[in-house]
């Protein structure tokens, strides 16, 4: 279980499925709930850490394309647009309940690279000190990898891993368009059930992981188990929930069991 007592950094990742509606606009009342809710959290003495993905959705749709770009250039034109269009909403959102953020664009190389690594410490560090909450995107518009598929973070599952890593962060939640990890498909099988808790990852949890997610998205919950292996490896706790489920941050806080925890088994 949980012990939600040693918790106090918390790193919160958002997908483009719980971020936006199927047409890729976005869903203001979800964003709205989560900034307050988080400003809240951040109230209660949490520091709180957003990785939002989203970008490439929102600049496809506020560019008026019917669809998820596919030629590099225009990815990287729809993330900028998508981009500034997070970053608005979010600072006007937070701002309500007197949160200043911070925007964080990083990019693999940035991650590798030691002297680069100890100063994005420093500057999460800083902002945290601050009370600021850093919201936290790659860098679409120079990291041609997560937009191509090819060697990158992947995804933003990982690189909310990875960002959990850097801050040293006591708990990661990434919330999903599902409830977490099932034995079979939920979305075919209505027999399938939720595993509450995987202490360790083996090729029979892999395979309950299957393939991708949704259309606007990139990831499924095969990147998610990715991103459970750096936060076990760290030993910090992972958490994957629903997306779409109000409240739920409060929950996680207050101690209920909430969709599948990622954490070694402690003798």
């Given at each position: 279980m949980l012990n939600m007592n040693e918790v106090?950094?918390?790193?919160?990742?958002?997908?483009?499925?719980?971020?936006?509606?199927?047409?890729?606009?976005?869903?203001?009342g979800r964003i709205e709930r989560l900034s307050r809710t988080i400003s809240d959290l951040r109230n209660r003495g949490y520091e709180?850490?957003?990785?939002?993905?989203?970008a490439v959705g929102v600049g496809a749709a506020k560019l008026g394309l019917r669809e998820r770009p596919r030629e590099l250039a225009m990815k990287q034109a729809a993330a900028a647009v998508g981009q500034c269009e997070l970053m608005h909403i979010y600072d006007?959102?937070?701002?309500?309940?007197?949160?200043?953020v911070a925007q964080i664009l990083l990019t693999r190389e940035n991650i590798i690279d030691d002297d680069q690594r100890r100063n994005i410490q420093n500057t999460f560090s800083a902002l945290?000190?601050?009370g600021a909450v850093p919201i936290v995107n790659e860098n679409d518009t120079v990291a041609t990898a997560e937009l191509t598929r090819i060697e990158s973070f992947g995804d933003n599952d990982t690189l909310s891993a990875v960002v959990a890593r850097i801050c040293e962060a006591d708990l990661l939640v990434i919330f999903s368009d599902i409830e977490g990890l099932y034995d079979a498909d939920p979305r075919k099988n209505p027999q399938a059930k939720l595993i509450g808790h995987v202490s360790r990852i083996d090729a029979k949890i892999r395979r309950m992981a299957g393939g991708a997610g949704t259309a606007n998205g990139t990831g499924g919950m095969a990147t998610k188990l990715t991103a459970a292996e750096l936060c076990m490896d760290a030993d910090i706790p992972m958490l994957v929930a629903s997306?779409?489920?109000?409240?739920?941050?409060?929950?996680?806080?207050?101690?209920?069991?909430?969709?599948?925890?990622?954490?070694?088994?402690?003798?």
């Open positions: 106090r950094r918390i790193v919160v990742k958002v997908g483009t499925s719980t971020l936006t509606y199927a047409n890729g606009k976005l869903n203001i709180m850490v957003l990785v939002s993905s989203g006007k959102m937070f701002l309500e309940y007197g949160v200043n945290l000190r601050t997306g779409e489920r109000e409240g739920l941050l409060y929950d996680i806080v207050d101690g209920k069991p909430v969709g599948t925890l990622f954490a070694r088994a402690h003798s």
